[in-house]
């Protein structure tokens, strides 16, 4: 994320600067992908592509949101393409977008517009970064206008849930 001119935000992460400087151990352990998939090729390629079912059954597991969208899923990572595209996105997260967000945070910029932010309930950003205030108290560091909510689902919960991720999304671009 590099701060610059929106009318409004609508995020499900919370700045990969913070992200990796709380990273520990139980970081490590539980969000694994974010350090196997920035190393360099062709490692976590490989690994995708080798087993592309077993990617979403654990450590996610399949969630609620039924078999065709899994089948959807697992289907990008038969992509060679697609699959080095994801991990250019997880190397970016790890190396450039830190420098970007860390550039920012030295400069105090903040993101002025409205900004809502939606986690899953129980879920990672709602456990892991209870004691910084969590998801929220993370954001308001960096984007004072930042309003959101945990909502029932697991990792994918945009799709486990996507009623609720709806009606949030809808008053928030309404108000």
């Known amino acids: 994320m590099q701060i ?10 919370i700045p990969i600067f913070e992200a990796w400087k709380r990273a520990d151990a139980r970081f490590a352990q539980t969000y694994c992908p974010w350090s196997l998939l920035s190393q360099k090729p062709p490692l976590p390629e490989s ?13 996610f597991g399949e969630g609620s949101f039924g078999r065709e969208v899994l089948q959807e899923y697992v289907s990008t990572y038969y992509n ?9 996105e997880y190397r970016a997260a790890a ?22 932010h939606l986690w899953a309930e129980g879920g990672w950003l709602d456990t892991y970064y209870a004691k ?7 954001w308001r560091q960096w984007a004072p206008k930042v309003q959101g909510q945990a909502i029932k689902g697991g990792h ?14 809808k008053l ?4």
């Open 4 to 13: 610059g001119e929106v009318n409004r935000i609508y995020s499900m992460l």
């Open 47 to 59: 690994y995708l592509l080798g087993a592309p079912e077993a990617v979403f059954h654990n450590p």
């Open 80 to 88: 060679p393409g697609r699959v080095h595209g994801i991990c250019e």
């Open 95 to 116: 190396t450039i977008d830190v420098e970007h967000d860390r550039e920012d945070k030295e400069a105090s910029k903040k993101i002025e517009c409205p900004m809502l």
């Open 132 to 138: 910084d205030g969590g998801p929220l108290g993370i």
């Open 156 to 169: 994918f919960f945009p799709e486990e849930n996507p009623d609720d991720k709806a009606v949030l999304v």
């Open 172 to 175: 928030f671009l309404s108000a």
